[in-house]
């Protein structure tokens, strides 16, 4: 069963940047998708940035412009490279990876002052 691990989260003043690491414990190409999710308190979990096996990307307006999602396959990680953060950015950052099935990361907090 693969695994995802994320990693990168931290606590950085607004207008920085932190890139994310999701690194998969078999091959990335298994997913035909992983996408980064965020969930902030009280609110719902929202896709923020997807990739695709074909390299499709797509980004959630509030993200766009700011957040770049890329992947390494011979490194099974997809990365989450976040510039000029905001405090509303201040989540907890989920990738997912799907095949067959949906593979959840355990997730990694993003705090933001202003």
């Known amino acids: 069963q693969v695994q995802l691990v994320e990693s990168g989260g931290g606590l950085v003043q607004a207008g920085g940047s932190l890139t994310l690491s999701c690194a998969a414990s078999?091959?990335?190409?298994?997913?035909?998708?992983v996408g980064w999710y965020r969930q902030a308190p009280g609110k719902q979990r929202e896709l923020i940035a997807a990739?695709?096996?074909?390299?499709?990307?797509n980004y959630v307006d509030s993200v766009k412009g700011r957040f770049t999602i890329s992947r390494d396959n011979a490194k099974n990680t997809v990365y989450l490279q976040m510039n000029s953060l905001k405090p509303e950015d201040t989540a907890v950052y989920y990738c997912?990876?799907?095949?067959?099935?949906?593979?959840w990361g355990q997730g990694t907090q993003v705090t933001v002052s202003s």
């Open positions: 990739i695709t096996s074909s390299g499709y990307k």
């Open positions: 078999g091959s990335i190409f298994s997913f035909n998708f």
């Open positions: 997912k990876g799907r095949n067959t099935a949906d593979y």
